[in-house]
């Protein structure tokens, strides 16, 4: 079976003014949305207690919000959690003056029960599932870390690409991966769902996803520029993304489909996950196709760049 | 196939074979069971067994089985369902008293041989299985003090033993450090040499001086402290451990992150709040001479005037109660304490048990002091957290009380009792707090996570389910799109994941919820270097080459391809790993190893059963 044209030869780089135009646009609305609307932090970077409860009948967030305001936590932040039934509450310990003792400290246990009885106020049947406790210190010190290990990952791939290519493929590949953290970002920041640290770790995985993507690409354009005599730069990359799309695309969706498995069955713990992974293969996909290649192009990729330097050791360009 | 050697059959046969038996014990599911082990003094043998059985069978509770084992000294029960295990739970608790600890634990049913070449299965994080988590901090500025304080005193005789004649040594007043105040700058130099001679951790410096005030300055050096919060570190984990035990938990997870935080997960604790007062809390002990009258003692709470050797105390009722400075034994040196009823006067107890040092002192002191009284200071150090100037400051609140202050009977060293205690219940805890040590520096709760034993349950349910339908979704794809290869590639991603739960049953992995995202995430990219390989294969037969080179060029140009993407990929999840906070790190490690296992099924397995399938045989197309 076959679903790609195996001689399709579309002309995706005469479209390069039009991408790249969007992939700037993306990144700059996504800063935007980033930085005026924020995001929505989960406990694990803001600190603070979170409760999540199950009630017996499904129950409207609205109503959830108005009980909560009643019994004096109207700063909490409600969330529905996978289904109608259950709904975290993460509020900040100071909402919840009756828990803290004399000295500031607050008695998590005691946030909990407060808050289930101005559920139970309300006249629902209402039991906790879990709750948690996270110092802002504990979650300022993780916000920094992630930022770390973020551009450890970018620096490190980088590093990779230009030993095993050529330095126009590490900045090529460094910017396409900027694009899609950040748009994968920017998207949480428009729909204000949950950055927990779980995001964090999957937008990470984006970022490994996309570059495996990038480097199919790379690797193919390396080698038909080694094979061509006449070798037109832009041909040859558009060649390159023409050849390897029936994968980039079969792979896509392959991995598209264990994530909405993963988003149907494993239940809201990996909702995020799941939600993070399935934007980032589709960014990742696009930006493989209709971005990476034209950066190259600009960055002026050549043959000579790609021959092999040394004679004596043609093992390095190709490993059997 | 010629370019196939055997060598690598065999290696494809070894790793796979050796993969299943490693990832089998994950088919086990573990059982309910209730533990026990022996405290101080009591032991795990055939009678406790029959008597326990005696108990079960007295509240009609069924046994699945019941195992003895000498050499670990514990004695294992396992029953049919989880709220079976708790009825066994409390009543055997009940009965056996606290002579013996009783905890909830999920016994594992991996036959024996198994288990006897380190085949287990992989353990459960708490997203899993339910319990609580904890982040606790040492209080280094706790740490700090402590040290100081103690070479403040021993700066005192060292000055005093070398006839240094000095007007005051005291702990600075910001806290940081020791200042010894001399009279002439010759006494400070010489005192100077003389510190630095004996305490070479110090690091000293000259304050301000006027007409007759030297001050020499001495502070802990940074290589010291480091190596002081690092002690700390230790110490707690070794105390919170032995806390945990008598808390009757089983496999607790206790363990130090970074410079200064521990790590607590306790699978199967409900009550938390029982946990934390426990974690938290730092107790000790200390016994002090009585000092004076009673009536002197009124009179300094009155008059605020306290003799220079005595410090004021209070008892719980609030008497005032003047005690010697001097400390006769402290709780650190305790060796045991243990709960009980005082035959004499019927309240409840707690015996003690002091090391040699000590038990010397108290025997220099009774010995000379008997029919008067000695003082019994329960020192709790409780953490909090302050708002000053708009900053957090972490400081601790330590409370003295005055327990108790009897006179003393007899002549006595290392063994001897604290009577007078509230209740049984005060006197067990107490005696609990004892045993465990004393901690080196008090310890604060920085997170906390309760996961309910029912949520573990389900998360562990959909992720299984999670893992299989995604499996079973990526085989049905590529086996129809790719038809042969894709059923080949479908053998290799299966054993891909065996392989995975192999090897992270191996090296000890715990299993999250993250872990498993990662293990589905790991399918669905383990599959792209068949993609690869099966694109490249079409490519090269619609060039025109003959099916079994296509199969050999497919895999030799697809190889450069999937080495170059993994190890990118591997250099992301490596990040993951080293960002390393619990469950990410788990999510991390899952993806590292998945993509190590990948590379080896898809490529190699693959190409083994290819080449099985398609070699020496004259070919006119592939199915691919």
């Known amino acids: 079976m076959e679903i790609f044209n195996p001689h399709s030869n579309i002309h995706f780089l005469r479209l390069r003014r039009f991408t790249i135009g969007i992939a700037i646009f993306l990144v700059a609305a996504s800063l935007v949305l980033i930085y005026t609307k924020g995001l929505n932090y989960g406990l694990d970077f803001t600190g603070g207690v979170v409760v999540e409860v199950q009630y017996q009948q499904s129950v409207d967030i609205a109503d959830v919000r108005q009980a909560l305001d009643k019994g004096g936590f109207g700063h909490s932040v409600v969330q529905p959690l996978g289904g109608t039934r259950e709904v975290l509450i993460r509020l900040q310990p100071k909402d919840d003056p009756k828990a803290l003792d004399k000295n500031g400290k607050v008695n998590v246990d005691q946030v909990a029960q407060d808050v289930l009885s101005a559920l139970k106020a309300a006249g629902e049947k209402v039991t906790i599932k879990q709750h948690s406790f996270v110092s802002s210190e504990v979650g300022a010190s993780l916000r920094t870390k992630g930022i770390y290990a973020v551009i450890f990952v970018i620096i490190g791939i980088m590093a990779y690409l230009w030993i095993r290519f050529e330095r126009r493929f590490a900045v090529a590949a460094l910017l396409t991966e900027i694009h899609d953290a950040v748009v994968t970002v920017g998207i949480f920041a428009l729909t204000q769902r949950q950055f927990d640290l779980t995001v964090l770790a999957s937008v990470m995985a984006v970022v490994g996803y996309s570059i495996n993507d990038k480097v199919v690409v790379f690797d193919r354009v390396r080698e038909l520029f080694r094979l061509a005599r006449k070798a037109d730069p832009e041909e040859i990359l558009n060649r390159s993304i023409n050849s390897t799309l029936s994968r980039t695309i079969i792979t896509s969706l392959l991995t598209g489909i264990t994530m909405l498995c993963l988003f149907l069955m494993g239940g809201p713990v990996v909702h995020g996950f799941a939600i993070t992974m399935m934007i980032g293969i589709v960014v990742g996909t696009l930006s493989s196709i209709f971005i990476a290649s034209p950066i190259l192009l600009w960055l002026g990729v050549s043959k000579k760049d790609l021959m092999p330097r040394t004679r004596d050791n043609p093992e390095l360009a190709r490993r059997p | 196939m010629s370019d196939f050697p055997r060598w690598k059959y065999a290696l494809v046969i070894v790793v796979l074979a050796l993969g299943v038996l490693y990832a089998v014990p994950n088919i086990f599911q573990r059982q309910p069971a209730v533990q026990i082990s022996a405290n101080r003094g009591a032991t795990v043998d055939q009678a406790l067994d029959t008597r326990v059985d005696g108990i079960l069978k007295k509240h009609h509770i069924p046994v699945v089985k019941s195992e003895l084992d000498s050499k670990k000294h514990r004695l294992l029960i396992r029953f049919a369902n989880p709220e079976i295990q708790l009825k066994a739970s409390d009543a055997i608790k009940e009965a056996l008293g606290d002579k013996y600890v009783v905890a909830l634990n999920l016994a594992s049913t991996v036959p024996d ?357 995604g499996l079973a979704a990526v085989l049905l794809c590529a086996g129809i799109y790719y038809k042969l290869f894709g059923l080949v590639a479908d053998i290799a991603l299966f054993f891909n994941l065996v392989l995975l739960v192999a090897v992270m049953s191996m090296i000890g992995v715990t299993l999250t919820m993250p872990g498993i995202a990662g293990i589905v995430l790991t399918l669905g990219m383990a599959i792209d270097s068949n993609v690869l390989i099966c694109e490249r294969v079409r490519e090269e037969l619609r060039n025109g080459s003959t099916p079994l080179a296509s199969i050999r060029a497919g895999y030799e140009k697809a190889w450069s391809t999937i080495l170059d993407a993994n190890v990118t990929h591997l250099l992301a999840a490596l990040a993951l790993m080293t960002m390393g906070t619990g469950s990410i790190k788990g999510f991390g490690v899952t993806l590292f190893i998945g993509i190590l296992t990948s590379l080896f099924t898809s490529v190699t397995v693959t190409h083994a059963i290819t080449a099985l399938l398609h070699g020496g045989r004259k070919l006119k197309s592939l199915s691919v």
């Open chain 2, 113 to 469: 041989w198994l288990r006897s070449i380190h085949a287990n299965s992989m353990r459960l994080g708490l997203d899993l299985q339910g319990g609580v988590h904890f982040l606790m901090e040492v209080d280094q500025q706790a740490v700090r003090d402590k040290q100081e304080n103690a070479y403040t005193e021993d700066i005192r005789s060292l000055l005093r033993d070398h006839r240094i004649r000095y007007i005051n040594v005291a702990k600075a007043s910001n806290g940081v450090g020791v200042n010894a105040v001399l009279r002439s700058s010759a006494d400070r130099d010489k005192a100077a040499t003389l510190i630095a001679s004996n305490y070479p951790d110090l690091t000293l410096a000259n304050g301000a001086s006027n007409d007759n005030r030297y001050v020499l300055t001495a502070r802990l050096s940074e290589d010291k402290l480091r190596e002081l919060a690092q002690k700390a570190i230790t110490q707690n984990v070794g105390t919170l451990r032995n806390r945990i035990n008598s808390l009757g938990v089983s496999e607790p997870l206790i363990q130090q992150q970074g410079d200064s935080r521990i790590v607590v997960e306790l699978a199967g604790v409900q009550d938390t709040a029982e946990a934390k007062k426990l974690l938290g809390a730092t107790a000790t002990l200390e016994y002090r001479a009585d000092y004076g009258t009673p009536q002197d003692a009124i009179q300094a709470e009155k008059t605020g005037i306290v003799p220079p050797e005595a410090r004021l105390y209070h008892m719980r009722s609030g008497q005032p109660v003047l005690l010697s400075k001097k400390v006769i034994a402290t709780g650190d040196q305790l060796l045991n304490a243990s709960s009980g009823v005082d035959p004499q006067t019927g309240t409840p107890s707690v015996s003690v048990t002091l090391n040699s040092a000590a038990a010397k002192r108290m025997f220099d002191f009774t010995s000379a002091n008997v029919g008067k009284l000695m003082g019994v200071v329960y020192k709790e150090t409780i953490p909090e957290t302050k708002v000053i100037d708009g900053k957090k400051v972490r400081t601790s609140k330590t409370t003295e009380v005055v327990i108790n202050n009897a006179t003393i009977q007899g002549v006595f060293s290392n063994k001897f009792q604290t009577t007078g205690l509230e209740s049984p219940e005060a006197a067990s805890q107490l005696a609990l707090l004892l045993r465990s040590g004393s901690l080196a520096a008090p310890v604060q709760i920085v997170e906390e996570r309760v996961i309910g034993p029912s949520l573990g349950r389900d998360n562990i349910h959909k992720g299984v389910l999670a893992v299989l339908v």
